[in-house]
């Protein structure tokens, strides 16, 4: 009986000790738009890549309204989307200063307030304006 107790208590321990945001391994199904928490792996106005930064720039949506992280500071603000098109409105943020994260945070809302469509492919979102590519996020798992 012990040893099953401490074996029980091992796993619980484990378990406990796994990431909290982990990449999606799901390529087969698409992920979806709202409730899932969006990682920003590329912004088409940063070619030579995203720098890097101590925690993940993203994005989730949930009944009309969209949070996250730009890098520095906390965003949020509304949005509307009808089948394919995308659009963000009063987009706003904490303001505090970050040396290295100031670029990629003014990018990543530029693209937001120029947003036009989405699409989903497997666990990958991308954002645009018409048929141009503005920035990709990859899905992951919240637990």
């Known amino acids: 009986m012990q040893k099953v107790l401490f074996f029980l208590a091992v796993i619980a321990l484990l378990a ?3 990431p909290r945001n982990r990449p999606s391994t799901d390529g087969g199904a698409n992920s979806t738009l709202t409730n899932t928490r ?3 792996t590329g912004l088409s ?4 890549g995203l720098p890097k930064l101590s925690k993940d720039v993203f994005l989730q949506l949930d009944t009309g309204r969209v949070k996250g992280f730009g890098g520095c500071n906390n965003y949020f603000g509304g949005y509307t989307t009808h089948e ?3 659009s963000f409105t009063g987009v706003a943020s904490t303001k505090m200063f970050c040396q290295n994260a100031m ?6 809302f530029q693209a937001l307030n120029t ?3 989405y699409r989903i492919t497997g666990t ?3 954002l645009l304006k018409d048929q141009e590519l503005l920035a990709t996020f990859e899905a992951l798992y919240l637990q």
Do not use: A, I, R, V
């Open 115 to 117: 947003t036009s469509h």
């Open 45 to 48: 106005s940063m070619p030579n």
């Open 38 to 40: 969006w990682k920003l």
């Open 103 to 108: 670029d990629t945070e003014s990018k990543l």
């Open 16 to 18: 406990g000790c796994t």
């Open 84 to 86: 394919s098109h995308l």
């Open 124 to 126: 990958k979102l991308e």
